[in-house]
């Protein structure tokens, strides 16, 4: 059997129904790893929304501290912090150990950062799962930050030594994401049309779930130091929003904005994901201690899953990292109520859905990241806490989150709320 023939058998049976799934999953068992809390801040627009001056590490101490005061956990308790992000120095190893502190966890709470790119935020949530799982720790938390605003730009990416630009593959791992994106588009004859009207119903749908206060319960409101741009006056601000959802958006609107790196390109600011800040934050451990505890089980972290593809089809990270989830989880796609999948770019999040035969009404039901943005490394821990206030309030079960991930990766994990 060929490789293609291989992954078309293992896709199709991941689509099919499973025996006793969905129904094993929703077990529960004093050592799974659940989440008590999970909350982020709002997310607004790069450069020009209400965190446009908030360094990461105030945004984060922010979620930090929220998470404390909304969990009524014990900040001694917490053993270990995991946080994704992309564009700091050094990591932001050193600030976010710092933004710990100030938050109010002891020094006894130990801080790491991480990258890896757009899944950054979900590998911190995973870390701490599986430290939890081995015993490592007992209590933890997983968080993303990413100030855009302040730290993006083409310092982000180191240039490429002789070495790494005498292969083909490494080499393409430095191509901008819009350009490969642009070329996955037309090679796999995703239209701008297409394009254009998931975008517009990603809008659509974050702007009725703003409007009927659907994302109240994951935002935390930030007061933040905020300088109007037209007066250099420095004020104080409540950020309680997302402010990048843009009532009123339609594939009719959005077919009119110019291409953005092909004149005769299908992909545009208005179909991609927004450049934004913004943090999240999600609490995890054992059954057996949040019982104990006496704290509130909101939801289980059951597995995940990455995986790598060719670094110019970035996009399809998603296609081949969910059913790898699946399988992990003895489930197929049909087990599954909601996915949250990250809307990098229209073209690519449509393409994964489409080959995965994931039905429209499920996939980001509150919107994505082209509607209200994709801070990068809190995006991750961000749609922990979309989706599990989004199962609970409807009475679904089953999640997955995912997302494709710069240089040619996937990643997912599988969540159940309770």
Not at 91 to 116: C, D, H, M
Not at 126 to 145: H, L, P, Q, S
Not at 188 to 193: A, M
Request: charged letters at 20%; a neutral charge.
């Amino acid at each position: 059997m060929s490789g293609a023939q291989q992954r078309l058998s293992q896709v199709s049976g991941h689509l099919s129904p499973s025996k006793g799934g969905r129904s094993a999953l929703l077990e529960k068992h004093p050592d799974d790893i659940v989440v008590t809390c999970a909350l982020r801040t709002a997310h607004t627009k790069g450069g020009k929304g209400g965190f446009k001056d908030t360094p990461a590490s105030d945004m984060l101490a922010g979620a930090f501290r929220a998470l404390i005061n909304r969990s009524k956990i014990d900040p001694a308790l917490v053993e270990d912090i995991s946080v994704g992000s992309v564009l700091p120095p050094g990591g932001g190893a050193t600030e976010f150990r710092a933004a710990a502190l100030v938050a109010g966890f002891p020094e006894t709470a130990a801080v790491k950062s991480l990258n890896r790119q757009c899944s950054s935020g979900l590998q911190a949530c995973v870390d701490i799962a599986n430290a939890i799982k081995t015993g490592m720790i007992d209590v933890g938390v997983g968080a993303g930050v990413e100030s855009m605003s302040l730290q993006y730009g083409p310092g982000a990416v180191t240039e490429f030594s002789e070495l790494l630009e005498s292969h083909p593959e490494s080499k393409n791992c430095k191509v901008p994401m819009g350009m490969l994106s642009e070329k996955m588009a037309k090679d796999r004859n995703i239209s701008r049309t297409s394009q254009d009207a998931f975008a517009a119903a990603s809008f659509q749908k974050a702007a009725k779930a703003q409007e009927a206060g659907l994302f109240n319960q994951e935002i935390v409101p930030l007061d933040v130091k905020w300088e109007d741009p037209k007066t250099g006056e420095t004020k104080t601000i409540t950020v309680a929003k997302d402010d990048g959802i843009r009532p009123g958006v339609t594939a009719e609107s959005l077919s009119k904005v110019r291409p953005a790196f092909a004149k005769d390109g299908s992909i545009h600011g208005g179909n991609a994901s927004q450049i934004s800040d913004g943090a999240a934050a999600v609490l995890l451990m054992k059954r057996s201690t949040a019982e104990k505890l006496g704290q509130q089980i909101i939801g289980k972290y059951v597995a995940a899953s990455v995986a790598g593809v060719p670094p110019l089809l970035m996009g399809i990270g998603p296609w081949k990292a969910i059913p790898k989830v699946f399988e992990k989880a003895g489930i197929s796609q049909q087990d599954v109520d909601i996915f949250e999948i990250n809307e990098a770019f229209a073209s690519q999040c449509l393409w994964c859905a489409n080959e995965l035969k994931i039905p429209e009404e499920k996939i980001n039901p509150k919107g994505g990241a082209i509607a209200f943005g994709h801070p990068l490394g809190a995006t991750g821990a961000r749609q922990v806490s979309t989706l599990l206030t989004e199962l609970r309030r409807r009475g679904d079960k089953v999640g997955v989150t995912s997302m494709c991930v710069g240089t040619g990766m996937g990643m997912a994990a599988l969540w159940v709320a309770e």
